[in-house]
């Protein structure tokens, strides 16, 4: 893991409002989509850096630190959901991190306890701005999201976020896995059923995975760290394909078998 450096900073946001910059390396801002549909708020969380400064996915890869969301604070909200984009494979100081350079928009549904009273959405968020070293950074903002709306909104901003998400589907329409025999890890090839750039995945606790791409457009997915006489994971590995066409994100067995997407 690489250096972390102590200095943290705070930004405070208004509704419906971008930061003053919170560094020379990041900024962020928390918009509405609008108002109440179909039982909640959509909105989104974004984040701009500075050129050649990176920011983490949920699995941040080889080093980094991914960011963490609290809503805790909130006023009427019964429960909240971010869907992050597919990553890009970033490498630095020789390793493969996940994440994102120069812009990232988180999409975010916020679901109300009571549908007709409007959400306060405290956001407290603590995440990484990294070029040589890492800094650790948080943000706070509040946004009051009334049932009919409210000017400030930035429905386009939310649009995409929501539409770079990856599409959840079922294993059998994503991809094939299939065991590697004799390998000195447990390993196994994950086909796609289209053109794919990359393969990232997410395994349960004491598990670490790494993906390469294969020469015949394939992935080599090898369990390089597993618990003690644990050598397949028991609980679903969480698979996101990004692909030119969208990307797709799928959960399966190692161990054989087929999860449920």
């Known amino acids: 893991m690489r250096f972390l450096s102590t200095i943290?900073?705070?930004?405070?946001l208004l509704p419906s409002a971008w930061a003053a910059p919170a560094s020379d390396k990041a900024r962020v801002s928390f918009v509405s989509g609008g108002g109440l549909s179909d039982g909640a708020y959509q909105t989104a969380i974004v984040i701009d850096l500075a050129p050649d400064t990176t920011t983490y996915w949920r699995n941040p890869g080889d080093a980094g630190s991914p960011p963490v969301f609290d809503f805790s604070a909130s006023a009427n909200l019964a429960g909240f959901n971010v869907a992050m984009p597919a990553p890009k494979r970033i490498v630095e100081a020789g390793m493969d991190v996940f994440g994102w350079h120069d812009r990232v928009a988180f999409a975010v549904t916020l679901t109300?306890?009571?549908?007709?009273?409007?959400?306060?959405?405290?956001?407290?968020?603590?995440?990484?701005?990294?070029?040589?070293?890492?800094?650790?950074?948080?943000?706070?903002?509040?946004?009051?999201?009334?049932?009919?709306?409210?000017?400030?909104?930035?429905?386009?901003?939310?649009?995409?976020?929501?539409?770079?998400?990856?599409?959840?589907?079922?294993?059998e329409a994503a991809a094939t896995v299939a065991p590697v025999p004799g390998a000195d890890k447990p390993a196994w090839i994950v086909t796609p059923k289209a053109k794919a750039d990359d393969l990232f995945a997410e395994t349960p606790e004491g598990y670490f995975a790494e993906t390469k791409r294969e020469p015949d457009g394939a992935f080599r997915l090898t369990l390089v760290e597993t618990p003690k006489d644990a050598p397949a994971p028991k609980a679903p590995v969480r698979l996101t394909l990004a692909a030119p066409s969208g990307a797709l994100e799928f959960t399966v067995r190692l161990d054989g078998g087929r999860a449920s997407p």
Do not use: F, N
């Open 8 to 12: 943290a900073v705070s930004i405070i």
């Open 112 to 171: 109300p306890k009571d549908a007709s009273k409007p959400i306060t959405a405290d956001l407290k968020m603590d995440y990484a701005a990294c070029e040589k070293i890492c800094i650790p950074m948080h943000a706070e903002a509040k946004l009051e999201l009334p049932p009919q709306g409210a000017p400030g909104a930035e429905p386009a901003v939310v649009q995409a976020a929501r539409a770079a998400a990856p599409k959840p589907v079922a294993p």
